[in-house]
C-alpha cells in the first residue's frame, strides 16, 4: 500500500506544555489530530476548571488557520485537596473532560500527586456517579519498587481494589509498557481500556541503554523488555477496542535531557502519526490502524467520530535533528532519521 486515507485522530494524552512552548506543540498537534486530551501537569497544575479554561484559551491562541476543527480537551490534576465541588463544576465546562490521577513523584511534575488513594475515595464516588473519566499514571513511587516493575505494581497493589471498590468508574491506564499491562486490560472489565504510544512500540530497553544511554529515549513509563514492546504492538494492532492511541509527546528543552540528571519525556508530536502508521505497517495492520487512532477513544470516551480525514502517502522525510522549542531546541523521536510515510492532504 502506498497511500492511506483514515478518519482524522485523536490524541487521547499528550503534554502540550505552556505559554511559549505552545507555539512548538499546538500546530504540531493540529496538523494530525482533531482532539487532544492535555495533560495538566503543569507549573502550577491544573486542578480546577477555571483554570482549565484559562489554559484551554492559551492553547486556541496557536492553532493554525487551516485547522481550526482542533479542540483541545482537558484533564484535571487530582490533588488530596480536589473536592466533590470541583468534580461537579466539570458537568459545565466544555473543555474538561476527564480527571488525572499521579501519585506523588512518578513523573515530571508529579509533586502535586496523591500519596493515598483513600483520601480521593469520596472524589472517585463522585466521578463515578457523574461518569467523569479516570486516567491514571499508573505506577507507584515507592523507592523500594523497581523502576522496571512500577507498572505491575500499581495494577497488582492499587489498581485491582480501586476498580473493585468503584466498579462503574470509567478508567484510562495510560501509556501502558508492559505484557502485564496488556493482560490485565485485555481481561478487565469494559470500563477498563489503555492508551499506548508509538515510542512503547518502536523501542525497548535495549536502545535505551546498550552500547551507550540514549537520553531522548529516556521517559516514564520507562522502555521495557523486547517481549513487553512484542505485547503492545500486538494488543494495538489487534482490534480490540479497549486500546486506542495516546502519544504521550513530552518535550524538555535539549539541555534538560542532555545532562547529568536528565528529564524524563520524549517528543514525538511532529511525526506521532507517521510513526504509528510505521509501526502498524510492519506488521501488516494497516487495516487496524483507524480503530485504534480514530475510532476506539472516542467511543470510550462518548464522543462523536471526526468528519475530517487525513491522507498519508509512502513518501519519505527526514526527521530535524532538533526542533526550535521556546527560547531554545527540542530533540524529536528518530532526530536525524528518515521515515517512509507522510501526510499530505486534509479531507473534509
Known sequence: MDELTIIKPDDWHVHLRDEAILERTVPDAARQFSRVMAMPNLTPPICNVAQAERYYQRIKKWVPKECLDFSPLIALYLTEQTTVTNIA???????????????????????????????????????????????????????????????????????????????KLRIVLEHISTKVAVQFVQQAPKTIAATITPHHLLYNRNHLLANGIRP?????????????????????????????????????????????????????????????????????????????????????????????????????????????????????????????WKIVTLET
Open 216 to 340: 531522548h529515549y529516556y521517559c516514564l513509563p520507562i522502555l521495557k523488555r523486547k517481549e513487553d514492546q512484542h505485547a503492545l504492538i500486538k494488543a494495538a494492532t489487534s482490534g480490540n477496542p479497549k486500546f486506542f492511541l495516546g502519544t504521550d509527546s513530552a518535550p524538555h528543552d535539549q539541555a534538560k535531557k542532555e545532562t547529568s540528571c536528565g528529564c524524563a519525556g520524549i517528543y514525538n508530536m511532529n511525526v506521532a502519526i507517521e510513526l504509528y502508521v510505521t509501526v502498524f505497517e510492519q506488521v501488516n495492520a494497516l487495516d487496524k490502524l483507524q480503530g485504534f487512532a480514530s475510532k476506539f477513544g472516542a467511543a470510550f470516551y462518548q464522543l462523536p467520530e471526526n468528519k475530517t480525514k487525513i491522507t498519508l502517502v509512502k513518501k519519505n522525510q527526514q526527521i530535524p535533528e532538533r526542533l526550535d522549542y521556546g527560547k531554545g531546541h527540542v530533540v524529536p523521536l528518530m532526530a536525524g532519521q528518515s521515515l517512509h
Open 89 to 167: 463544576d466539570i458537568l459545565n465546562s466544555v473543555c474538561v473532560h476527564a480527571c488525572k490521577l499521579y501519585f506523588v513523584g512518578a513523573t515530571t511534575n508529579a509533586g502535586y500527586g496523591v500519596k493515598d488513594l483513600t483520601t480521593l475515595y469520596p472524589v472517585f464516588e463522585a466521578m463515578q456517579t457523574y461518569d467523569i473519566p479516570l486516567l491514571i499514571h499508573g505506577e507507584t513511587a515507592e523507592g523500594y519498587v523497581d523502576i522496571f516493575d512500577r507498572e505491575a505494581y500499581f495494577i497488582k497493589h492499587y489498581l485491582l481494589n480501586l476498580i473493585k471498590q468503584f466498579p
